[in-house]
């Protein structure tokens, strides 16, 4: 049994509740359409994770179901904020009753059941155990960036099936960018027609989407980042920005030039009609309008600007942009919405009511939290920084400033966002950046705030991982494919040993090296594309090496560790032949070569402490050496084994490795 | 470089034509909507399978093309049996051009260069070719019944990537059957409404699919079995049958006693309104109304049916048949189209414009060529029977009496289809069915005659496998997880070791053999319904054995076979503790145990050979009884490497194992 999140409470029973083709569902209490709907998909994803026809798993009378779904009453027409996800779960051997006050509670519950059931000596089952639970925070959401690269709607309708899966609840959908705009507007077609490439959803399929995610009790947030981000709006309406065109798609990554001009009438009356056509179509109380990243050079050059700044006694371009925020507030709040912005929107004059969203992080947060405001953490929970998912499990929205709030002050900390910035991936490879992180984000947000043992996150991170598989993400999947093409070959076992053992760099530093400068148009297809943003090769090589240096280590521990490194030394003589043959491996030679030469070196170090005496000091000093310059990054990747190999040859000389320079 | 089909004639040349994401595609010539629409897929593909985005590889000027397409006329606006589909490629450095008298040849074309484009050391390329090519039959399909398990509309659509692929030309959509009638009729809604659980097609879907495939190139051939097959048909219209209601919808798998009333003109007034509708929502010019598996029990039982048949001088079933099917014939004939229909209908009565679809075998598909009908052979071609691609790719439609016809009489044989009737596969394992055999049937019915080499065969089949992968079909993605769910475990590699060398029981075994009887409520979730119908291991150990045998083998083969030995030999153990947590491993374990004790066997022999004696007589008696009793099928499986062994058996004893009991 592997939830993830873990409930709020559970006490573990006697027996288990076998689910047989025969099993059935029925709803007493409140009934809707939504509630049936709900139910209808939990036999769905429960018939693929059992194998079972769609002729079994039946939706019953109540008083012959195995199962029965009680809501009190109905969820709200358009899914709100704070409304009750709570629900209790009891299974026994001879039934399960689900009760929650709303639909949405019910839905929660039912991806809890689905995670209980499993194969058994008996057939499927769920053990018996007794559930209440309910989220610690009302927002937790996930970021998509669609406008640098485009994702299809199949791609962002799986990964809305992973994010109900670990019961997050708001798809926040980043939808311009300098790269594209990706929104059909009836308003202004010159936005999609000129900025998007073609590759842009109609507002037909933005319902779908957002009708998907209702049923899945997931709201939708849309974003319109400005003043900046901005480009891709003005290719089709140059007027709107603060320099002169023509404008192009922006090809490239980073922060750019372009911004609205935000002392011109016409922009307000541009956004006014365009914030109301979008009100319309995006149903959600909350409309995100972006409002980071204005390096404001465009405004510095423009006399009528700065003219303007004058006049009105701004001082500077955080002025000018707290002048534009509090035009574009007016505008989201006429049209019925309540607005949300990163961090640097957060200045005084502007509403109470609107919500700030921090990349920044906690005390960041904290601040605005202070000010009577409320706010979302994203610091922490940024997935294209390929951190690894206990960096994010760490990182709580209520610590640093922030674990120093009133209670009320803590009531403004709405959740957070796991975000996904897109420079760097593709439909291909997106979900294998989301998952399975992002479940130990959502459980950080659902959780109770004392769930933070990080042995037990990862063995049931590694079950909910394949898990996951069922229900359409392809985090998974997508790997042995893209090893494929990059091998020229079917036979990808030495590559995978290799990909298995790398990571992609941190933070930003893939920009920082990368020999060619990546743009829209580069390929996503080298191994830094397809090696996981965590190894569980090396983190399960670290708790071996762990036990052996602890004196822990029994004989299959140790023979394991063993095997593992002379599989890793020799696995470079068997990828050579592929080298040659496959330009797209030709730029990880190098970093094959330190992974033989680092597992080779582990294994000198068992050898030596194996022999029970110490390693030679020379030896050592050798050896750290090689390790330090195994470490670097190599075609942007890092070889994961080395700090462990690193820790063994300590073990065994009793010396510590020299600082990196 | 692994083409399938084999192109008709093919010279390659020297160098390489590189595939970067500034390459591009220009049409000159004939230009309409349909090439264009051809032409992007084609970039799809190609961007998928590259990993490029969809900024990369453009539809430009034919001027600056890289490969430029030349069409010299349209297609047909419904695309009809014996349209072109010759192309030329030819493939250089400098660039590529592809020509065809039609859109359809350009599409076969354009398949065959995304099987040329691989990973080479320097960059995605196409090798320099000249590819002269066209179809040797003009008829080349794949059936699926979605009767007995409904097929969603996206498991068809990648099974329709999957034909294209390989040239396929014809969709042969079994709609109905005892067990659901699946598609929507608006004349007659009950038909659906009472005969499809809510598991059909509505015309919109229909519409939808059609148009899908006439983009890829492929007609779509709907079937409408009667008058047997026919009892979802009343459910909803009892009166249509030849015996008192009511009726359910069948759970059971087999023949059974339901058929149309022949003898009713309601039957015909009935048929010609739904014929109508139907010939009306489906354009291609041929109409399947199946005719085979009647029973005639309710036919015998009608005392009214018995007096119509005297009245009318009808003396068997079999005249009664013929008579409905003249009645058929003359609606589909008034509604435009052409009938199809399985071997039974053929009677001499019938106009010559029919075509005979043969299950019975060439001879039978001769006969009625020399009658003056058009045929296909489907017997040899069917999915469901597990027979290895070896098995298949003997079949040729012209052989046995068929291979003595005159030229002109051979022209009467159209071509032939795999057919993948429902049974046992589900949305989920279906098309580990048709996937990669069906690539062997298609080259049977594009390539040359004298193409028959099934080592080439094979080893460009494996190549084609996994390049499937990026157009869709899940045959290799779907294993793996199928395997998790069975072990309840993440970790399978034990239980792959197992199913990697078993398959399903041949032709139609798995009812005979079956301890609880099959119905469509049974889920497909057993090891068998994973396993796959050819084990490529097994296939590979037989090879390592011949040429051990043969004396041929070097070094590594012996290594290897000993090695693999070693493996099985030990599995069983490692496979046990599973055993006891999962109620889908329980039936394997006797075949698991006979794994093991086989491949003990194995590996005495091969130390009897080494030792270069012979083995005593006692030992290969015995040997042989314990091969005998593996070689009996359990749980519905047989284990593929027992042959082998007992010809390292044979080899080491000098003794021939006595044929089985």
Known sequence: MSLMPIPASMQVKTGQLVVDPSFSVGINGHADVRLQRAVELFLDSLRRQTGMTPLDLKLTDAAQAKLVVHAEHASKAVQELGEDESY????????????????????????????????????????AIAIQDKPRFPWRGLMIDVGRHFMPLDVLKRNLDGMAAVKLNVFHWHLSENQG????????????????????????EVRELIAYARDRGIRVVPEFDMPGHTTAWFVGYPELASGPGPYQIERKWGIFDPAMDPTQERTYKFLDAFVGEMAQLFPDQYFHIGGDEVNGKQWDANPNIQAFMRSHGLKSNQDLQAYFNTRVQTIVSKHGKTMVGW????????????????????????????????????????LDLNWRASQHYAVDPISGEAANLSPEENQRILGGEACMWSEYVSPENIDSRIWPRTAAIAERLWSPQQTTDVNSMYQRLAQISRWLDWLGPTHNSSYAPMLRRIAGSNDISDLRTFVDVVEPVKDYNREELAVVEATSLSPLNRVIDAARPESATARHFADLVNALIAGRADTDTKQ???????????????????????????????LSQDLSQVAATGLQALDYMNRGGRAPEAWATQQFALLEEAQKPKAQLLLTVAPSVQKLVEASSGKKAPPPK
């Open 343 to 382: 961090d640097e929107i957060l200045r005084p004059d502007l509403p109470k009511d609107i919500v700030v969203q921090s990349w920044r992080g906690q005390d960041s947060l904290a601040a605005a939290t202070k000010q009577g405001y409320r706010g979302l953490l994203s610091f922490g929970y940024y």
């Open 88 to 127: 209790s779960l009891e299974v026994s051997p001879a039934g399960a009753k689900l009760d929650a006050a709303t639909p949405l509670g019910i839905m929660r519950g039912l991806q809890t059941f689905l995670q209980l059931v499993h194969t058994t000596s008996e057939g499927f089952a769920a053990p």
């Open 560 to 590: 394991e560790a063993r095997a593992l490194l002379t599989l890793w030394r020799d696995n470079q003589t068997r990828l050579k032949p592929l080298e040659t043959e496959s330009f797209l491996l030709k730029e990880i030679v190098p």
């Open 181 to 204: 705009f990706r929104v059909e507007s009836k308003k202004f077609p010159k936005l999609q027609q000129m900025g998007s490439d073609g590759l842009y959803y109609t507002q037909d």
